[in-house]
């Protein structure tokens, strides 16, 4: 409950800020940043978005919280080059009643293109209201929204979703990742989940890459995207902005 208040207070109080972490493709070209969340309280310390979103998604908080977040996205988008930000949404968040109206209205009213504005979702969001979802999700792709499921492989019915929904990127989880050099069990998932994503015309994002040995089996599986530590950790705007003029 504490936390709770001090959370309601932190954004007015600046304590909220939004860091970046690079997406690359094959040639290590920067072709987007996810956005995430980070609170440095005074009171409580560096506070991690694993700790305090849940609590946030128990309440209305999440809604300020989230509207904070798209803003800062959007700021982000202004002064970068050409790339995506892709912007984590919680169940809560996706649920609610005109979702659609709403972050279309504050991405387009900024003046931002909406095809470079990526919104990041995970099945559950989708789980319980599988025909409402199918329709959010339609009508912002129609307004020229991204669509990135997250954690993919580690909700239910993941193949059922894919063939129901327009999805422009599979964020395959880190654990699959992870699990590559050791098991051939996450090995196979994490090479069958690349052809088809390719063969559905979508981008396949690997996420935790962690290490070069990683990285040279994702290129070696076909692997159009990369995120993790080891291309780099969540950096924060000015940082992004540098590498977003470079390029990679
Ligand atoms: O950055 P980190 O790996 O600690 O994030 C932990 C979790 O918090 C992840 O599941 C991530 O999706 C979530 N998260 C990070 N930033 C945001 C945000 O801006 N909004 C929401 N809803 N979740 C976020
Ligand atoms: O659930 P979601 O995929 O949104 O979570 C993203 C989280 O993963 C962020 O908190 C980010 O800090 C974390 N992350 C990013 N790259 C790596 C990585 O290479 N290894 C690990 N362990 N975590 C990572
Ligand atoms: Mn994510
Ligand atoms: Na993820």
């Known amino acids: 409950r504490q936390i709770e208040t001090g959370l309601s207070e932190a954004i007015a109080k600046g304590e909220l800020k939004l860091v970046f972490q690079p997406i690359v493709g094959r040639d290590l070209d920067i072709t987007g940043f996810e956005a995430l969340i980070r609170w440095c309280s005074p009171e409580y310390g560096m506070v991690p978005p694993a700790m305090f979103i849940p609590i946030a998604e128990e309440s209305q908080l999440i809604h300020e919280l989230g509207d904070w977040v798209i803003d800062e996205a959007i700021v982000a ?13 919680s169940p809560r968040q996706f649920r609610r009643q005109n979702f659609v109206a709403h972050v279309v209205e504050r991405v387009t009213s900024a003046g931002v293109d909406p095809g470079r504005f990526q ?53 395959i989880d880190r654990s699959f990742v992870d699990g590559m050099g050791r098991e051939r069990e996450s090995a196979a998932i994490v090479h069958s989940v690349i052809h088809l994503g390719r063969a559905l015309g979508m981008e396949v994002v690997a996420e935790g890459v962690e290490t070069d040995t990683q990285l040279q ?27 977003a003029e470079r390029g990679t």
């Open 77 to 89: 988008l202004k002064t970068w080059p050409g790339q995506y930000v892709s912007v984590n949404f």
């Open 217 to 243: 089996a994702l290129r070696l599986a076909g692997c159009s995207h990369m995120q993790g530590y080891f291309l780099s950790r969540p950096i924060d705007a000015e940082d992004a902005q540098m590498l």
């Open 119 to 171: 919104i990041e979702i995970t099945e559950t969001a989708i789980f319980d209201n599988v025909e409402r979802a199918a329709e959010i999700l339609f009508k912002l792709r129609q307004m020229g929204f991204r669509i990135a499921l997250d954690d993919f492989g580690t909700g239910y019915s993941s193949l059922y979703n894919i063939r129901r929904f327009a999805l422009d990127c599979l964020k």
